[in-house]
């Protein structure tokens, strides 16, 4: 095997806690996900609920949501089904924010027969509009979230 090309160069400080057994797939997903507000916060200053469906050739898609109601959380569980099966995708992430003065928020994932939880601590500068560096801490159990558990069961 051999070594991984260091990383590109960034203006933003990055730090990630070591992550489950998992995958580096599914790991890898998760933390392109994570750096992907920077573009949400930059126009918006605030993170907006994101669903991101990753592909096996490292390409990731990324879907804006918004929950309505109950009616419309189903639809939208069946939509993100049925885009995770058509696209091929070998993961499925949600991105919540859960404290936009704070800039921190829950990402959840699934993949065939694995789940995993960050929560992802931005520091923002709210003059630039920039998230200035990020704290990934991988959390001992995964989230249950209604909008992609369930998504690869074969039964559903």
Do not use: C
Not at 9 to 18: E, F, G, N, V
Not at 72 to 90: D, G, V
Not at 116 to 127: G, L, Q, R
């Amino acid at each position: 095997s051999q070594p991984s090309p260091p990383p590109a160069p960034s203006p933003t400080h990055q730090k990630t806690k070591a992550s489950p057994l998992m995958t580096e797939a599914f790991r890898q997903a998760i933390e392109k996900a994570v750096d992907w507000p920077r573009k949400d916060v930059a126009s918006a200053g605030k993170i907006k609920p994101m669903v991101f469906f990753a592909h096996g050739d490292g390409t990731m898609k990324a879907v804006s949501l918004s929950l309505k109601d109950e009616y419309h959380k189903e639809s939208l569980i069946r939509k993100i089904r049925e885009k995770a099966h058509a696209e091929h995708a070998f993961a499925v992430l949600l991105l919540t924010e859960t404290n936009s003065e704070n800039h921190t928020a829950i990402l959840s994932g699934v993949s065939p027969g694995m789940k995993a939880s960050v929560y992802v601590d931005y520091s923002f500068d709210p003059e630039s509009k920039i998230i200035t560096s990020r704290t990934i801490n991988w959390l001992n159990r995964a989230f249950h979230d209604t909008l992609i558990d369930g998504i690869f069961d074969a039964n559903v």
